[in-house]
Structures are given as C-alpha cells and as structure tokens.
C-alpha cells in the first residue's frame, strides 16, 4: 500500500492494523511523512521542521507541475491573463463608479449591469492574479485556506454574474413581447440582493462535508482548488455537482434561449404587420399594434387608431444583451462541461493539463464585457467622458458630440470684439 519514500494527500486521517505485527499508522492532516520498510519492521521518520518537503503550497512538485505546462504555454497564458487583468479590471471598476456616481445611470438595466461588473471586478482584481502566481510559480504557493476561498469566490462570482445577465434578458422579453415595465430600480436592487445571497449560500456546501477541494499538492495544470465528490462518489455530492452545473450553466443558458425565441418572434410578428398596413411605416417605430388586442371586427374598433410603439432603444439594448449571452455561452461553456464531466467520471485526472486553456476561456466574458459596453451603448459612452474626460483620447472614434460634451473650446472658438480706443 505505501511506496519506500512518498507523500500523502492532505486530510488523509486514517488507522490501519497490520496482521501479526499490529502496527498502526497515523497520519494527520498537513503533515508529510517518510516511511522506510526493513524486513518486517517499518520506520516512521519525521521530516524536520526547515525540511523543502515542509511549507505551505506545493513547492515540492513544482518539477512536475513545471513539466506538464511547458514554459511557452504559461509565458502566453500569463500575458493574456495580464492584459485581461488590467483591461477588464478597470473596465468593470468604471462601470460601478459610473453607475455609483451618475444618478441618470440607476435604472434598472444599468443596476443589473453595476451587479455584474462587481462580481465580473472581484474575478479579475482578485482571483486571476492568484491563478496567475500559481501558473507563473508551477505550483501553488499560498495556504490550503486561500486555495479553498479561491474555489468558494469563483464559484459565487460566476453564479451572481450570470444571474444578474439572466434577469436582463428576462426584462428585454417583458418589455418587447408583455409592452410592460416591471423592473423598477428598488425591485432590482432587491433582486441583486437576492442573488447574493443564493450564490454564497450555493457555494457554502463543500465546508460542510458535501464534497472536498483538493488537496494540496495540486495536480499538474490545476491553478486552484477545484471542488470534487469523494473518492466514493456518494450519491450527495453527485446532485451537488448536478445542482451547481444547473445553477451556474444549464439553467442561464436555457432562460437566455427563451427569452430570445420570444423577442425575435415578437419582431418577426410586428414586421408582419408592418408591411400588410398601408405603406406609412416610420423606421423608428418597431411595431405597430392595435389599441385593444383580441376584439372583433367591428366599426368601432375599425375607427379605434393604432398605437405606436418606439421600441429602438429597447431593440438596441436588446443587441447588447445578445452579445454579451452569446460571449458568455461561448467562452464559459468548456469550463462547466469539464467540471461536469469530471464530477461524473474518475478518469480525467490527465485533462488537468488542458484546464489553463478551460480557465482562461471562463475569464474572457468578465474581461471583454465592459468593452462591450463602451461599443454598444452611447449613454455609457457620454457618461464615461463626463467623469473621466482624460479618458477621451483611449476611445475609438470619438466623434465630434463627445469632444464637444468634454471641452466645448475644441468645437466653438468664441471671438471676444475689441474695445474702441477711446
């Protein structure tokens, strides 16, 4: 069962009684051990306390860890990682100052998307550097107890991000296919609250025995702890994995798809009805609609006028949204599929050596998001230029409105006429 000269994996507390000899072996948690056979005598040996196989982290396997990442592999992954460090990091933070600061920027969709760039902030500020000190050193090098953290955010951020994408996407299809206005900035403050609260409580089981982090020293390729069921696979923590995939995936995705078929048949509707009227059609309208849906023909309804409703903005706004859904289902969809997959199957150990390229992809939506917004939506634009002017000079074609919202002077030279000598 024991190798001459090995390690054991943390949280390992067993006692074992050999025949004949009796001899019981306890080994504690974060503790490293040589053991040495002679004949039919076996010898514990403490390792010293300024031991390298003594520390925190993995030190110790970090040849291993270096030989299953080769070194082209981290110095390209690291300078991505850089670069979406910096870019979504203060991307995502001038999104929740603008929000913060900007009363013309707490509406209901704008509070949804402040909810995402902080959970999107915290991803990218905090964790991605960890992920990258551990690609960067071959192993990781702080504490078990920051390892489990790291597992417990990622998994809680990812969750509160997309639940606060979900709910626009159900607010989209409200407003164009119901023609209501539900969300009000106080219910969707209430909504984010509640969705802090179900991603923490959702990401608290593995501290409570379903399921265990692994365990220091970390696989080859892996950059933080990831939650796993026990070697037994009990049937708890395999609907915990099931539970969380839905949550944080499965469930998203299928709302998204909804909500679009919905809107995009709407659409398809009203152009419908747009080209069998009489010709008069006004591009900024999206739709034309009667007053009172559902009554019969008759000659006071004939009489009744079509009501109009400008739906360009809302149709705008709509593209965003499907931008950044489609981001995130590309980009995060290899991530939560390996995760699955490994929940499910003991045998994947070895495609820990491609988990960087999974990682790496799951941190592309909270990097390239704000970026989106500054594409996408001119508000956000003007409202970057009025609290941050020195920003004007980084976005790409700013046209005249913006130079002029930042220094009127570059647009108007005022002239002021000369006194008459007297």
């Known amino acids: 069962m024991f190798k001459d000269s090995g390690y054991f994996p943390d949280s390992w507390l067993f006692s074992r ?10 080994i504690r948690y974060e503790s490293v051990y040589t053991l040495k056979s002679s004949g039919a005598r076996v010898q514990m040996i403490w390792p010293e306390a300024d031991s390298p196989s003594v520390g925190l982290g993995n030190s110790s396997s970090n040849d ?40 013309a920027m707490r509406s209901a969709i704008n509070l949804l998307l402040a909810a ?16 990258l000190t551990t690609l960067i050193g071959g192993g990781w090098l702080l504490p078990s ?12 951020m990812q969750i509160q991000g997309v639940a606060a994408l979900s709910v626009i996407c159900v607010d989209r299809y409200i407003i164009i296919v119901r023609q209501q206005e539900v969300l009000t900035p106080c219910i969707t403050c209430c909504i984010i609250a509640v969705s802090w609260v ?3 409580a959702v990401s608290l089981p593995p501290f409570f025995g379903v399921g265990i982090y692994t365990s220091l020293p ?6 933080h702890c990831e939650w796993r069921p026990r070697d037994a696979r009990p049937s708890g923590d395999l609907v915990f994995a099931s539970f969380t995939f839905l949550v944080i995936y499965l469930l998203p995705v299928l709302v998204m798809s909804f909500s679009f078929a919905g809107i995009l048949l709407k659409i398809r509707q009203n152009s419908a009805k747009i080209h069998s009227s009489d010709g008069r059609r006004d591009s900024s309208y999206a739709g034309v609609i009667p007053a009172v849906q559902g009554d019969a023909v008759s000659p006071t309804s004939a009489r009744r006028p079509l009501v109009t409703v400008d739906l360009r903005y809302k149709t705008q706004t709509l593209t965003t949204v499907i931008v950044l859904s489609v981001v995130f289902f590309i980009w995060r969809s290899p991530l939560h599929l390996f995760q699955l997959a490994h929940a499910f199957s003991s045998h994947l150990d070895v495609s820990y050596k491609v988990y960087p390229w999974f990682l790496w992809c799951a941190y592309v939506p909270p990097a390239v998001n704000p970026v989106i917004y500054t594409a996408r939506i001119k508000k956000f634009r003007n409202a970057v230029v009025d609290i941050f002017p020195c920003l004007l000079s980084l976005l790409p074609c700013t046209s005249s409105a913006l ?7 570059t647009i108007y030279m005022i002239h002021h006429p000369r006194r008459e000598s007297t």
């Open 17 to 26: 009684a050999v025949s004949k000899k009796h001899w019981e072996y306890c």
């Open 64 to 103: 291993s860890w270096g030989e299953s990442v080769a070194v082209g592999e981290r110095a390209f992954l690291g300078f991505v990682g850089v670069v979406m460090a910096l870019v979504g990091g203060i991307g995502n933070g001038i999104v929740v100052v603008l929000v913060c600061r900007s009363a």
């Open 116 to 131: 995402m760039a902080l959970s999107d902030t915290v991803i990218l500020v905090l964790l991605l550097p960890l992920d």
């Open 145 to 156: 107890a920051i390892c489990s953290a790291h597992a417990f955010l990622l998994n809680a």
């Open 198 to 200: 179900v991603s923490l």
């Open 218 to 223: 970390l696989p080859p390729g892996l950059t």
């Open 403 to 409: 130079r002029r919202l930042s220094n009127p002077g």
